[in-house]
């Protein structure tokens, strides 16, 4: 069955520090991988995608994102936190020419000042 | 240019009432989707319509029904809500170029069953 996991459920950072957030995806070929953050009583963002092409993904906030096909990878990176950073961070994955979106558990971010 | 709106925002319901959750997009988009949210299980699909005129059920469809209205309209209707449908719920809509799909959320709406 395919599926995304999100390994780390909580992460809390220093404002300033860097920040690694984890996704795992298990489908039969590459999917579409996206991911989202969602602040506090707020909707989905999209944050960046990746479809095909260069494995280092550029996306908003100044967040990147790298995928790893030798371990079916997506992981979210930002260099230095800043507190309203604080939010939780959803992977998702599309299989090619789909259109249902599987969604991991979230990761919930909070920083420390 | 809204993107996707949801109306409303709360609602509290009693064990067995029944309600429609709106959702509409302004960004052309053929598809629309309706997702639910639980803690620690990411968003789950309900139901989507890929385009105008056709739905399909997702992961967790009972209990549920929906409408695809028009271009810009997807409701979803509970008909005789349960403590179990107690969720946030959010729709989106998506926008396909070639074999690339991304999908836009609205801002949900959050529903308590007592």
């Known amino acids: 069955a395919q599926s995304v996991t999100q390994p780390d459920i909580h992460i809390t950072v220093s404002e300033g520090a860097s920040l690694e957030l984890r996704c795992n995806y298990s489908?039969?070929?590459?999917?579409?991988l996206f991911w989202y953050v969602q602040s506090p009583g707020q909707g989905l963002q999209l944050l960046l995608k990746?479809?095909?092409?260069?494995?280092l993904v550029q996306g908003i906030k100044g967040f990147e994102a790298e995928f790893k096909r030798s371990q079916s990878s997506f992981n979210l990176r930002k260099p230095s936190v800043h507190w309203s950073d604080a939010a939780e961070y959803f992977c998702?994955?599309?299989?090619?020419?789909?259109?249902?979106?599987?969604f991991g558990g979230g990761t919930r971010v909070l920083v420390k000042p | 240019n809204a993107g996707v709106t949801q109306t409303p925002k709360f609602q509290v319901l009693k064990t067995g009432q029944s309600m429609t959750l709106q959702c509409a997009q302004d960004?052309?988009?053929?598809?629309m989707y309706w997702y639910r949210q639980d803690p620690g299980m990411g968003l789950r699909l309900i139901y989507y319509?890929?385009?105008?005129?056709?739905?399909d059920k997702g992961e967790v469809p009972n209990g549920y029904n929906v409408s695809r209205l028009n271009k810009r309209e997807f409701s979803l209707r509970l008909e005789s809500a349960a403590p179990s449908q107690t969720s946030v719920y959010f729709c989106?809509?998506?926008?396909?170029?070639?074999?690339?799909?991304?999908?836009?959320f609205g801002p949900g709406t959050r529903l308590l069953v007592l």
């Open positions: 989106a809509s998506s926008v396909r170029d070639g074999y690339e799909e991304t999908q836009y």
């Open positions: 489908y039969g070929a590459t999917p579409y």
């Open positions: 990746y479809f095909s092409g260069d494995t």
């Open positions: 998702a994955a599309l299989k090619a020419a789909g259109n249902k979106l599987t």
């Open positions: 960004m052309n988009h053929n598809s």
């Open positions: 319509s890929a385009s105008e005129g056709t739905t």
